[in-house]
C-alpha cells in the first residue's frame, strides 16, 4: 500500500511544484497548462471525430496478401515432402531459433574496438599480477577474456534451406514493419504516388509486396537487390504463387545480386529492412548507406528491430544522411527526418541513463501455420529520410511509448520538435477538451496535433484528478 501512495504521489502535479525544477529537467512535465495547444490555425480536424484526428497513424491487424500467404505455405510444404527420404524435421523449433538469433544478433566488434580491449587487459595484467613472465603467457592471457567476453558475430549465409526457414520465421512480421512504415509517408502524403522502388536486402520480397500494397496503382519498376541467390529464387517463387513458371503476382520485379553504384538513377523509394545489421563493419555500413541515399529521389526508409542496437545503428545512418546533406553535387536538395522525429537534432532517448530504443509495434496475423496461429506484434525501429524542406510536413510531437490512460487524465510520453522527451499529463481541464479526447483516442507511435511552446509555464496549482 506504501508503494501505491508513492507512486500516485509521484503521477500527481504536487511532486512537479515541490521540486521546483526547470521546465526541460522537469521529470513529469505538464504540457502548456492552461492552454489549448491544438492546432487550430491549420483547421486540422475538418469535420472529422477526434478518434480520427490526422496524427492517428496506427493500423489494424495486418495480414499477408493471401496470394503470397498460399505461396509460402506451398513452397514449405514442397521443401517438406521432397525429397521424402530426407523431410526438414523440427520446423518449429528452427524458425523459433532463427527468430530468437536474429533478434538477439549484436553488431560486429570493430577492429580498432578489439584492440583498445586488449591493450586495457594487457594494462590491467601487468598491473595486478606477476605472474607473467614471458609475452606470450600474457598474449595468450589477453586473449582467453576476449575469447569470453567479445561477441563473436558470423556472416549468415542463406542456402535453399535457411531461405524457406526464414520466410517461416520473417516474412509475416516484415511484411507488418515496413507496411506500416509506408503508411506513415502515404497517411501523410496521401498525394505522393511513387512510381519506382528499389530494395536493398530484400530477402524473401516483403517489401515489395507491402509497397505494392500501398501504392500498387502507381508503382511500376521494382529493384529486388540481395547477395543470396537462394533468397532471390525464393522471391520470384513467391511471386509467381510458389512456382517457377508462372505468372508473376506483381509485375515490374526485377532481381540482381549486386546494389548499383551509379547515382544516374534514381528510384522514388529506396528501402532497407533488417539488412544493414548484417554488413560487418561500420564501413560497409557507411557505404551502404551513402550509396542508397545518392539514390534518393524522395525518400529513404530504414527499418531494423526494436532494440537497442536497431535504434542506435538506424541513428548513425540518420546523422550519416543529414551531416553529409551539403556534399552531393548531383542531388542538391536538402535531407530532412520526414519519420519518426519531429525535428533533427540529436536522439534524446540515446542520451537518456540509460540509452532507451525508440521502436515501435505493429500487430499482425501470421502465416497460417500448424505452429502459428495466434496474433502477434512486430516491435521494430524506423527512420524515414527525405529530400526537401521539413517545412512541407506538419511536426508535431510523436508518442514514443503506450498511453497510460486514468479517469479524466492521461499520461502522454512525447519526442517534440525542440529535441526533448516530455512527460505530459493531459487533463481536458488544463488543455482544453479537443487536445484531451485526441491525447485519450491516440496510441503508441501516433502524433499528437499540438503546438508545443519553447518554454513551458510553471506548473498549475490545480492537480489531476487522482484515480
Known amino acids: 500500500m506504501a508503494a501505491a501512495r508513492d507512486l500516485r504521489f509521484l503521477l500527481s502535479g504536487r511532486w512537479c511544484r515541490t521540486l521546483r525544477l526547470a521546465p526541460q529537467s522537469r521529470a513529469l512535465a505538464v504540457l502548456a497548462p492552461g492552454v489549448t495547444q491544438i492546432d487550430n490555425k491549420s483547421d486540422f480536424l475538418g469535420k472529422k471525430p477526434h478518434r480520427k484526428h490526422p496524427g492517428i497513424l496506427r493500423l489494424p491487424h495486418l495480414r499477408l496478401p493471401q496470394t503470397l500467404a498460399n505461396a509460402a ?26 527468430t530468437n538469433y536474429l533478434w538477439s544478433r549484436q553488431l560486429p566488434v570493430e577492429p580498432e574496438e578489439l584492440q583498445k580491449r586488449a591493450m586495457d587487459l594487457e594494462k590491467k595484467f601487468l598491473e595486478n599480477s606477476d605472474s607473467f613472465q614471458t609475452e606470450e603467457k600474457l598474449r595468450e592471457a589477453v586473449l582467453h577474456v576476449l575469447r569470453k567476453t567479445t561477441y563473436h558475430w558470423q556472416n549468415i549465409s542463406y542456402n535453399e534451406e535457411l531461405s524457406l526457414i526464414y520466410m517461416a520465421a520473417r516474412l509475416d512480421g516484415g511484411f507488418a514493419a515496413v507496411s506500416r512504415a509506408f503508411h506513415e509517408i502515404h497517411s501523410r502524403i496521401p498525394e505522393f504516388k511513387p512510381q519506382t522502388l528499389m530494395d536493398f536486402g530484400s530477402g524473401t520480397g516483403s517489401v515489395t509486396w507491402a509497397a505494392h500494397s500501398t501504392w500498387g ?27 517457377e513458371s508462372g505468372e508473376p503476382h506483381i509485375s515490374g520485379v526485377y532481381f540482381r545480386q549486386f546494389l ?17 545489421s548484417e554488413l560487418p563493419s561500420k564501413a560497409d555500413r557507411t557505404e551502404v548507406v551513402q550509396t542508397l541515399w545518392r539514390k534518393t529521389n524522395r525518400f529513404l526508409v530504414l527499418v531494423e528491430n526494436g532494440t537497442k542496437v536497431g535504434h542506435r545503428l538506424l541513428m548513425d545512418a540518420r546523422d550519416l544522411v ?83 490512460k486514468r479517469p479524466r487524465h492521461v499520461h502522454c510520453h512525447l519526442c517534440c520538435p525542440d529535441g526533448h522527451m516530455e512527460h505530459a499529463i493531459i487533463t481536458a481541464r488544463r488543455h ?27 506548473s498549475p496549482t490545480d492537480d489531476p484528478p487522482e484515480s
Open 73 to 98: 505455405q506451398l513452397q514449405l510444404l514442397a521443401f517438406y515432402l521432397w525429397p521424402v527420404e530426407n523431410p526438414m524435421p523440427n520446423m518449429e523449433k528452427r524458425v523459433q531459433a532463427l
Open 217 to 243: 496503382q502507381s508503382l511500376h519498376e521494382y529493384m529486388c537487390v540481395d547477395s543470396s541467390a537462394a533468397m532471390l529464387n525464393l522471391a520470384e517463387k513467391l511471386l509467381k504463387g510458389g512456382s
Open 260 to 276: 548499383p553504384v551509379s547515382p544516374k538513377v534514381q528510384f522514388d523509394i529506396v528501402v532497407s529492412a533488417f539488412a544493414l
Open 322 to 404: 543529414l551531416k553529409g546533406k551539403e556534399k552531393s553535387s548531383l542531388d542538391p536538395r536538402p535531407s530532412f527526418v520526414f519519420a519518426p522525429c519531429p525535428h533533427e537534432l540529436p536522439c534524446p532517448q540515446l542520451t537518456a541513463s540509460p540509452p532507451l530504443a525508440c521502436s515501435f509495434s505493429q500487430a499482425y496475423h501470421p502465416i497460417p501455420f500448424s505452429w502459428n496461429k495466434k496474433p502477434k506484434e512486430e516491435t521494430f525501429s524506423m527512420v524515414i529520410l527525405a529530400r526537401g524542406s521539413p517545412e512541407e510536413i506538419n511536426r508535431w510531437p510523436r508518442l514514443t511509448q503506450p498511453l497510460f
Open 432 to 458: 482544453g477538451k479537443d487536445l484531451y479526447r485526441c491525447a485519450r483516442v491516440s496510441s503508441w507511435g501516433d502524433l499528437l496535433p499540438v503546438i508545443v511552446p519553447a518554454e513551458f509555464p510553471p
